[in-house]
Every structure is written in structure tokens, then in C-alpha cells.
């Protein structure tokens, strides 16, 4: 599943190229990857101008000049490949983001008036792109109950303090990882973030005080920024907007780096379980009081 930096990469790369782009056709193979009915795709999407490309924790959103908008979930090996004057793909890291397309994961196609194409290939077919009125994308389930963006300039360390109010008697990776207290973190950052804030994963909330709170804000944001920088992480299942691997697990300070020293004390960093996901810690920086 890719996390905040990743889906955000894919964003520039998408609004670097597709943006004043018109939809002359569209197809698609697999009903579950395109959700939308015919009539509203004639009406709404055909002949729509690109006009903005917005992310909201994990998920993309592609603005269109008929007041509606394309909601895209990549999942676990969905991709998005552009092909006219550049080519780029982003997503899963298959040979589909350099061979011919469309190809057996291609489930939707779009054609622009230009001639080049977006396609939205999925081998295992659980990402999805729906078509819907932009003033309703506020109202979808999910984001009536996704937390906050926490890059975002007005998002206090006080504010992120309190969200995690909710999740007191929970340990602090599990609160990190729940997407109604904040937004697009998964196992990655939360692991970096805590090793660079030396709180223990398997912490209670209620056990951290709030310096430890602005620490691991500050930590957050600070890794989030750097992925970003970077291109995102080298993960198994994406890549950057110009289709090359994102760097950030090349820098990583404790994420896959069982078994070699901490950077910041020499103890060997070791993997153990929270939250239900494989973990990384360093036994001597975060311990568990």
C-alpha cells in the first residue's frame, strides 16, 4: 500500500503533464476498476478538460471542467502510465510501465485529444477510478472520517497532540497508523518517526507526554518532507512519477535495517511485531518503560 509520499509523487508527476488535456474516449475491461455508468461518463467525462490533479491522504483526485471528478485508489499493484511526447509510469514496478500498452493489466484507458493516453493498469484489480460530481467527494465515506494532512502549514503540533486523544489505551504505532486520527502515514514512517522521537512503537498514547508528541511531529514531517524530496521510498510496489525507484529506503535510519547498527548509538537494530506489522526499533533508543 503506498503512503503519503509515494501517492504524492504520483500527484506532480500527473499535474506536470496531464493538466489542459481534453478526454476524447475512454475504455475499460474490468467493471470494478471503472464503477461509472454509462450515461454519466458521456455526459461528464467525454470532452472534459483536466483542469487540477489533488491528493487526500492515499488517494488521487483528478478535477474535470464539467464540475466532476476522477476519485483513484491505486491499492496494492495498480499503475498509472502516461504515453504522448514523454512517457512516464508510476505505481506498481511491473514491465507494464515499459512495454506496449495497453496490456493484460490495463483495465481503463484514456485518450486525450492530443493523441496520448493515461492508462490505469492492474494486475490484481482491487484499485479503482470513479467518476463523481466534485462537490460529493467531500462526502464520501472515507473522507468524512480521514484525518488530517499532516503537512499541512496549519497543522499544529498542539492539533496533532489532541488527535490522538482518540486513541489513548492504543499503542502509539497502532494510533499512527489509523487513518481517521491522521492522514496517508503507514509502516514505513511510522517506524522512522519513532525511532527518530525514541518512543517506543508498542507505547501507550496515554503514557506520552507532550514533548514526546511535538518530537515525534516534528519527526513526522520531517521524514514525510525528505520521501518526498526523495521520490518516495523504494518499496516493492512503487515508483516515481518518471518511472524511476524512489530513494528514501536508501536513507532510512531503522526501516529494513535488521541486524545493522543504529545510527544514532551503534546497538543493532531488530524487527518485532506492533500493530499487527512487521517493526523496526533500535532495543537501546526506544525503550519500552
Known sequence: MPELPEVETVRRGLQRLIIGRTIRTVNHDWPKSFPNADADVRNFLI??????????????????????????????????????????????????????????????????????????????????????????????????????????????????????????????????????????????????????????PLTKVSDIRKPSFVALYTELRAILNESIDLGGSTDRNYVNAEGKKGSYIEFARVFRREGQPCRRCGTEIIKTRAAGRGTHICPRCQVLK
Open 47 to 200: 470532452g472534459a478538460e483536466i483542469v487540477e490533479v489533488r491528493r487526500r491522504a492515499k488517494v488521487l483526485m483528478i478535477d474535470l471542467s464539467t464540475e466532476h471528478t476522477l476519485v483513484i485508489h491505486l491499492k496494492m499493484t495498480g499503475q498509472l502510465v502516461y504515453i504522448g511526447k514523454e512517457k512516464f509510469g508510476a505505481g506498481h514496478p511491473s514491465d507494464s510501465l515499459v512495454g506496449r500498452l495497453p496490456d493484460k493489466s490495463t483495465r481503463v484507458i484514456f485518450e486525450f485529444s492530443d493523441g496520448s493516453h493515461l492508462y490505469f493498469n492492474d494486475q490484481r484489480k482491487f484499485g479503482w477510478v470513479r467518476l463523481m460530481p466534485t462537490i460529493e467527494v467531500p462526502n464520501i465515506d472515507f473522507m468524512q472520517k480521514v484525518g488530517p494532512e499532516p503537512l499541512e502549514a496549519d497543522f499544529t503540533a498542539s492539533q496533532f497532540f489532541d488527535r490522538f486523544a482518540r486513541r489513548k489505551n492504543s499503542s502509539i504505532k497502532a494510533a499512527l497508523l489509523d487513518q481517521t486520527v491522521v492522514a496517508g502515514v503507514g509502516n514505513i514512517y511510522a517506524d522512522e518517526s519513532l525511532w527518530g522521537s525514541k518512543i517506543h
